[in-house]
């Protein structure tokens, strides 16, 4: 049973990049699912998550109008798009099992004994 993020790399400032964050051992159906990032001497920061119940999303605000969630449970895989990468987006993401609530104080958190991905480097820079 594990989560597995994938698709970090280099990128130029104004690039593009797709992070896939795969499910095996069980059904991603029933589960929201958040993206989280950490850059080296900064806290972790929840950048973006999507509900199992209706899909709803969230993107904090340092991704607005930038960074996209979506699900597909038929490849049992959650994606992060990301355009217009900055180079204050480089850090370490992580997809983990999440409590996904757009309209809290907190709107990501981890799932106590969840699931989580083992991290993907994501790097913007000329």
């Known amino acids: 049973v594990q989560l597995q993020a994938s698709g970090g790399g280099l990128v130029q400032p104004g690039g593009s990049l797709r992070l896939s964050c795969a499910a095996s051992?069980?059904?991603?159906?029933?589960?929201?699912i958040g993206w989280f990032r950490q850059a080296p001497g900064k806290e972790r920061e929840g950048v973006s998550c999507?509900?199992?119940?209706?899909?709803?999303?969230y993107t904090a605000e340092s991704g607005l109008g930038r960074f996209t969630v979506s699900r597909d449970n038929a490849k049992n895989t959650v994606y992060l798009q990301m355009n217009s990468l900055k180079p204050e987006d480089t850090a370490v993401y992580y997809c983990?099992?999440?409590?996904?609530?757009?309209?809290?104080?907190?709107?990501?958190?981890?799932?106590?004994?969840?699931?989580w991905g083992q991290g993907t480097q994501v790097t913007v820079s000329s």
């Open positions: 051992g069980f059904t991603l159906d029933y589960y929201s």
């Open positions: 999507i509900s199992s119940s209706d899909g709803t999303t």
């Open positions: 983990a099992t999440v409590r996904c609530w757009p309209l809290d104080r907190d709107p990501v958190v981890p799932s106590r004994d969840g699931y």
